[in-house]
């Protein structure tokens, strides 16, 4: 992925800019750390909308509308298989994040969108859904349920989930998007608190292999498209010293971004 140089920004109510950060593998808990200094920013208008893009090595986070008991197995069988748990302030219940699934985490000001949560919702099932489409997979919505499914032989699938949290209408969390994940890590779980719901990969659906780099780019143009926003990819390098150099978080920054 190129990355462009960050240039100032001026930032106006009509400035319709996402920076787009690849960050590569992290660790659940820096991720975590590094929206919070990115809504801060946000807050403060020091940076325009982003777009963070990781995979995460094994964890299972717990949203805030979970419970424990949709863990299915033990904290020692957890650290038996390296798999991390955290709780989370996201919505929703349970879920599984690792390697081969594409996390996005947009740190959106919605005062410049639509303060609308079940718009901003739809609108990140919407990004799924075209991405689905653009490797001939008929995803779809489910009434009741978060997320983007499938239609399979054992019923419907779900292929994309969804947890997010606002603070004065600035996003974080976001949408998890299975390409090659190794679905096995989802029997540790209820997932999403459904039990009689399977989950499934843009790989398996497909029966071949798929490029994350190219799945990766089709989220991020209909993330564009979707949210009419001019996206300009940049390094986490460039992204951390915009951090320092914010006012409300420089004695924070940088520590989440390597």
């Known amino acids: 992925m190129q990355f462009a140089v960050l240039e100032e920004v001026t930032l106006t109510q009509s400035t319709r800019i996402c920076w787009v950060v690849d960050a590569g593998l992290i660790p659940y808990g820096r991720a975590c750390e590094l929206q919070r200094q990115l809504v801060q920013a946000r807050k403060a208008r020091s940076i325009p909308d982003v777009l963070l893009l990781c995979e995460h090595p094994h964890v299972i986070t717990l949203g805030q509308n979970g419970t424990r008991d949709h863990l ?11 798999v991390e748990f955290h709780s989370s302030d996201r919505g929703g219940d349970i879920t599984y994040h690792g390697p081969g699934q594409i996390v996005g985490y947009p740190i959106l000001d919605l005062t410049e969108h639509r303060r609308d949560i079940g718009w901003y919702v739809h609108e990140l099932e919407e990004v799924m859904l075209r991405a689905s489409a653009n490797f001939g997979i008929a995803a779809k919505r489910v009434e009741g349920q978060h997320g983007v499914w499938i239609e399979s032989p054992a019923g419907e ?20 998007y299975n390409v090659s994940t190794d679905l096995r890590y989802f029997d540790m779980i209820v997932p999403c608190g459904i039990a009689d719901k399977r989950v499934t990969s843009l790989e398996r659906a497909l029966g071949r292999t798929v490029s994350m780099a190219e799945v990766r780019e089709r989220l991020i143009d209909h993330f564009a498209s979707v949210f009419a926003r001019e996206v300009r990819k940049i390094s986490g390098q460039a992204l951390a010293e915009s951090l320092q150099s914010a006012p409300a978080i420089a004695e924070h920054a940088g520590s989440a971004v390597g």
């Not at 699938?157 to 998890?176: I, M, P, Q």
């Open 157 to 176: 699938e779900k292929l994309g989930a969804l947890g997010v949290h606002l603070s004065r209408w600035v996003t974080s969390h976001g949408f998890a």
């Open 72 to 82: 299915r197995v033990s904290d020692a069988l957890l650290a038996q298989k390296n």
